[in-house]
Nanobody, 124 residues
Framework: QVQLVESGGGSVQAGGSLRLSCVVS????????MAWFRQAPGQEREGVAFSGGDGTTTYANSVKDRFTISRDYFKSTLYLQMNRLKPEDTAMYYC??????????????????WGQGTQVTVSS
């Protein structure tokens, strides 16, 4: 079975930076889409960054130019570099992997493999 474990969350002041990691274990196909989602209490889940099997990256407008998604294929790890953090970035962050497709589709990812999440809290 595929397992994903997130880490790197914590508390930081506005304007600071954090790097989240997601370690993938089990048998996986390296070219499948992977992504980062977040969810704050009382709010809908939001896809923030997507990494396609062809190397294409896509970001939500709310994080574009501040967040960067990347992969280390040798370590089977997905990263999310978050810079210039804002209080509205406060949420539980999850990594996800599509079950089969190299193309990133939020609906398909929702039915894929998910980690348990890591909390990010940004204070003013």
């Amino acid at each position: 079975q595929v397992q994903l474990v997130e880490s790197g969350g914590g508390s930081v002041q506005a304007g600071g930076s954090l790097r989240l990691s997601c370690v993938v274990s089990g048998y996986i196909y390296s070219r499948r889409c992977m992504a980062w989602f977040r969810q704050a209490p009382g709010q809908e889940r939001e896809g923030v960054a997507f990494s396609g099997g062809d190397g294409t990256t896509t970001y939500a407008n709310s994080v574009k130019d501040r967040f960067t998604i990347s992969r280390d294929y040798f370590k089977s790890t997905l990263y999310l570099q978050m810079n210039r953090l804002k209080p509205e970035d406060t949420a539980m962050y999850y990594c996800a992997q599509d079950r089969s497709s190299p193309y990133c589709d939020p609906t398909s990812l929702g039915r894929g493999y998910w980690g348990q999440g890591t909390q990010v809290t940004v204070s003013s």
